[in-house]
């Protein structure tokens, strides 16, 4: 065989290879592409979940719990957040809605404004499931996830009640944002349990002529509670609470300081708010309510800078949210105990338990069943 020749068959030789090479890698790359199909109809987008602020950790600790229970369920879910941001909760409602789910969790950031997107949803034949917080006013919800607001109330008021002694307590009272029901339901329980006490002189309220106005009603219209929310909300935001806190003691006379009594809705507000009381030279003790179970919360506690918070175990709250949908995803209907009315329909429901903690069970309720690992905080020696 001349040179020539040689090279023309080592040349054919080395296409053959490659060609036989490529081929390979193309079978092959279908069987790959196949099999991530398979997966991705195992995994179809099924569920779509919008939570309201990734600002605040109550939301962080609902998005981690989702992402952990999610791994056991057939479906995928994504989770989006809105910011505070009516308009971004309706355009990531419709981003979902495009992408084809057929279950919306839904916690709104306001409550009536919410409404739209549940109509769109129904409108597009996928269920609604209202969580934690109810949407109000449209007949487009089929079911309401949720904690027992009202007792989460009850709780915070019986606190401040079994920790106060004799007569003349100055009580300040703090509320959520009007545009939350929930913010109503938390009230309407610390009301009941605190109005009897404000009657009786236990307490004096120190920062609401609107509630002192009301203090011989027991049973609040919602406009009443509006009137009164409305002149001590925190707007679920750490700086508002800050400023209405700093004001109303800027205000407050001398025998309305000293030992006090504060309700705060919630963690994030009661940690702003006993910042605030604490930085007053005539504040000399507070008791203060809270919510959620934050870390930093949990580390105040610890501290003794908040007195207590009520535990809301959002694995259950999340646990019985995939079951509504996987149930909805099924053909059927999710289990209800109770209704809460939306202003429109009676919204079917299975409210759970809450529960109080304070420094005398932190450790047993939050640490001892797993919630939180103890190397989470610092702990006195
Ligand atoms: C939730 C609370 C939360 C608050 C502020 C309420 O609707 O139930 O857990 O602290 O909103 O985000």
Known sequence: MSNKRRLIVVAI????????????????????????????????????????????????????????????????????????????????????????????ILCPHDANAAAASAEA??????????????????????????????????????????????????????????????????????????????????????????????????????DEMASIIGQITTNWDFNTAKNLAQANLAKAPKNLKGNVFILAPNDGTARSIADTFKADPDIKSYVITGQDAEKPSIQYIIDGKQSMTVFKDVRILVKDAINAALTYLDGKTPEATKTYNNGVKDVPSKPSPVQVVDKNNVKQVLIDSGYYQESDFTWPK
């Open 13 to 104: 030789a080395f296409l053959l290879l490659v060609s036989a090479f490529l081929g390979g890698c193309s079978s092959s790359s279908k069987q790959t592409s196949n099999s991530s199909e398979q997966t991705s109809e195992k995994k179809q987008l099924a569920v779509g979940i919008v939570l309201p602020t990734k600002d605040e950790p109550r939301w962080i600790q609902d998005e981690t719990r989702f992402q952990d229970a999610l791994k056991n369920t057939p479906y995928s879910a994504e989770i989006l957040f809105s910011q505070g941001d009516p308009a971004k909760e309706k355009a990531n409602v419709e981003t979902l809605l495009s992408k084809g789910i057929k279950v919306l």
């Open 121 to 222: 949803a129904k409108k597009a034949g996928v269920k609604v499931i209202s969580y934690d917080r109810l949407i109000l006013n449209t007949d487009a919800v089929d079911y309401y996830v949720t904690f027992d607001s009202v007792q989460v109330g009850k709780e915070q008021g019986q606190y401040l009640v079994d920790h106060a002694t004799g007569k003349g307590n100055p009580l300040y009272l703090y509320a959520g944002a009007l545009s939350d029901n929930n913010s109503f339901l938390f009230f309407q329980g610390a009301w009941e349990v605190l109005q009897p006490k404000i009657a009786d002189g236990t307490f004096v309220i120190a920062n609401s002529d609107k509630a002192v106005a009301l203090k011989d009603k027991k049973d609040l219209t919602r």
